[in-house]
Nanobody, 121 residues
Framework: QVRLVESGGGLVQAGGSLRLSCAAS????????MAWYRQAPGKQRELVAS???????NYADPVKGRFTISRDNAKNTVVLQMNGLKSEDTAVYYC???????????????WGQGTQVTVSS
């Protein structure tokens, strides 16, 4: 069974920092792109940042300069370092990955269960 498990969410004051981690486990052959999304109450889920297997990154405009995405291919993990947090960053953050797994041919998209980030102003 393939799983993406997030950790590191919590409550922080505005201006503070949090570090989110996501570990992929299971019958994984290869991991292509990995990403973080977020969904605030009453809003659609949106892309926060993504990173390719080669390390190319992409960020949503609201987080540019404040968030950094990185990955460790040997450990099948992706990290989102969030600095200068604002109240508008409050949301459930989801890990997402395109995986090649043993049980099913092709590339498949997986989601983690989400972790709550709350920024108090």
């Amino acid at each position: 069974q393939v799983r993406l498990v997030e950790s590191g969410g919590g409550l922080v004051q505005a201006g503070g920092s949090l570090r989110l981690s996501c570990a992929a486990s299971g019958s994984i052959i290869n991991i292509a792109a990995m990403a973080w999304y977020r969904q605030a109450p009453g809003k659609q889920r949106e892309l926060v940042a993504s990173i390719t297997s080669g390390g190319l990154t992409n960020y949503a405009d609201p987080v540019k300069g404040r968030f950094t995405i990185s990955r460790d291919n040997a450990k099948n993990t992706v990290v989102l370092q969030m600095n200068g947090l604002k109240s508008e960053d409050t949301a459930v953050y989801y890990c997402n990955a395109d995986l090649v797994v043993t049980v099913t041919p092709g590339v498949h998209n997986y989601w983690g269960q989400g972790t709550q980030v709350t920024v108090s102003s």
